[in-house]
């Protein structure tokens, strides 16, 4: 999927990475201020959480409980130092939980990352509308 999209259409957008991720693993790439958060809390939004979501920059994860009881796991890692901050956290558990886990700044303990994981990589185009790409392995 390669998409560019303004702010109206990010539920839209929302919906198509649900329906077509193969994993529960999502990625999200971009610069600081592109977009990824926004992105996110919409993600949380077609999921069913209904309340606010804001980006666990200090607290690495937060925890959404859906209205369908799914737990949705928000991931920051823009602060972290090294990978070993994320094994201390058990990042590996939230992996292998079979829920979804949207991450923020993943390059930041790639070693750690599934390999079939969701790439979503956002940028700002030159008309002030977002770029997505989304890879799948």
């Excluded at 958060?37 to 937060?62: A, R, Y």
């Excluded at 799914?70 to 292998?96: M, P, Q, T, V």
Aim: charged share 20%; aromatic share 10%.
């Amino acid at each position: 999927m390669d998409i560019n999209y303004s702010i109206e259409e990010l539920n839209q957008i929302a919906e198509n990475i649900i329906a077509t991720a193969n994993h529960k693993i999502l990625l999200f790439n971009g610069e600081m201020g592109v977009g990824k958060t926004t992105l996110i809390k919409e993600v949380c939004t077609v999921l069913g959480f209904n309340d606010t979501v804001s980006s666990p920059t200090f607290s690495l994860v937060n925890e959404y409980l859906t209205s369908n009881d799914e737990i949705i796991y928000h991931f920051d890692f823009y602060r972290i130092e090294n990978e070993e901050e994320a094994l201390d956290i058990g990042i590996e558990d939230y992996f292998y939980s079979d829920n979804w886990c949207l991450i923020e700044w993943s390059e930041n303990i790639k070693n750690l990352v599934p390999l079939n994981a969701v790439n979503i990589n956002i940028t700002l185009t030159d008309n002030n509308l977002r770029n997505i790409q989304l890879t799948q392995n």
